[in-house]
């Protein structure tokens, strides 16, 4: 069955420190991956996605992630994290053709300043 | 241009009742997906419509139901709440793409927080 697992619940980083989330799926297909953000009380901001094409997408605020099809992984990175980057975040794979989004259940990032 | 919006911001039911949440897609967009967001977990796809009709289904019973309006709008009706309905509710919309090509991009509301008592 189709997967997506984010193998930290929590992080805590200092303000300036690089960042990197980690993402897994299950996907007997070529996957098509997202990143997504969840501030307290609010929706899913989309942070990048990746298609195809080059393996490192670039994304809003500064976001970056890398595909790596041997790994079955898609990780986020940030070079230098800010206080307001602290939410929640969720990696998503979208199944076939049917544009349904599978999440995993999220990484709770903290921002130490 | 207005996001994805959602009505009501929060809702509190009692067990049995029935409820409806409204969900307006962005501007161009003609698809609308529903999740639910259990506290401390990731959304689950209830289901998607297109052109008024169900396209796709998640794992949910058959309590959950929803309509698509002709302006792509929404709404997502709930039976027989349980308490273990009591969740996020998050619509997303995604743009008319070319025939044939998936709605991969989906652009998400700020949720409906139901409680059920």
């Known amino acids: 069955a189709q997967s997506v697992t984010q193998p930290d619940i929590h992080i805590t980083v200092s303000e300036g420190a690089s960042l990197e989330l980690r993402c897994n799926y299950s996907?007997?297909?070529?996957?098509?991956l997202f990143w997504y953000v969840q501030s307290p009380g609010q929706g899913l901001q989309l942070l990048l996605k990746?298609?195809?094409?080059?393996?490192l997408v670039q994304g809003i605020k500064g976001f970056e992630a890398e595909f790596k099809r041997s790994q079955s992984s898609f990780n986020l990175r940030k070079p230098s994290v800010h206080w307001s980057d602290a939410a929640e975040y969720f990696c998503?794979?979208?199944?076939?053709?049917?544009?349904?989004?599978?999440f995993g259940q999220g990484t709770t990032l903290q921002v130490k300043p | 241009d207005a996001g994805v919006t959602q009505s009501p911001t929060h809702l509190i039911k009692t067990r049995g009742q029935q409820v409806t949440l409204r969900c307006s897609p962005k501007?161009?967009?003609?698809?609308v997906s529903w999740y639910q967001q259990a506290l401390g977990q990731g959304p689950q796809f209830i289901f998607q419509?297109?052109?008024?009709?169900?396209?796709q289904r998640g794992n949910f019973p058959d309590r959950f139901s929803g309509h698509q309006f002709p302006n792509y709008s929404s709404e997502l009706n709930v039976n027989a709440l349980l308490l273990g309905d009591s969740a996020l509710y998050l619509c997303?919309?995604?743009?008319?793409?070319?025939?044939?090509?998936?709605?991969?991009?989906?652009?998400f509301g700020p949720g409906t927080r139901l409680t059920v008592t």
């Open positions: 419509y297109y052109e008024e009709e169900e396209r």
């Open positions: 990746y298609f195809s094409g080059d393996t």
């Open positions: 998503a794979v979208a199944l076939g053709n049917t544009g349904k989004l599978i």
């Open positions: 997303a919309s995604s743009p008319t793409s070319t025939p044939g090509l998936p709605r991969y991009e989906q652009y």
């Open positions: 996907y007997g297909a070529t996957p098509y």
């Open positions: 501007s161009g967009h003609d698809t």
